[in-house]
């Protein structure tokens, strides 16, 4: 029993060492502060439109239109994304 809490307990520091060396090695990796969130990315808005524009089609919407206007901008329509780092939105309007 002894022998095994020992075994564990050098598993376990063996692990926060390699842990250590790891995030030490990761200097070049952005940090949690420096890395987007989620969602966030910063995306050109014409490549989003025309991803979104795709997956319309796709659904098999004939007629239809997507504005990009800047984000406090009060348009009809529905907002189904965002681009240039959340400064301006993508507004759908069908037929």
């Known amino acids: 029993m002894m022998r095994l809490i020992v075994a564990m307990a050098l598993l376990a520091m ?36 025309s991803e979104i524009d795709a997956k319309i089609k796709n659904n098999g919407v004939p007629v239809f239109t997507l504005d990009v206007v800047d984000m406090d901008a009060q348009v009809e329509g529905k907002v189904v994304g965002s681009c240039d780092g959340q400064t301006k939105k993508i507004v759908y309007k069908r037929g």
């Open 14 to 49: 063996a692990g926060a060492a390699a842990a250590q060396v790891t995030a030490s090695d990761s200097s070049t990796q952005p940090t949690a502060s420096e890395a987007p969130a989620p969602g966030m990315v910063r995306k050109p808005c014409e490549e989003l439109r």
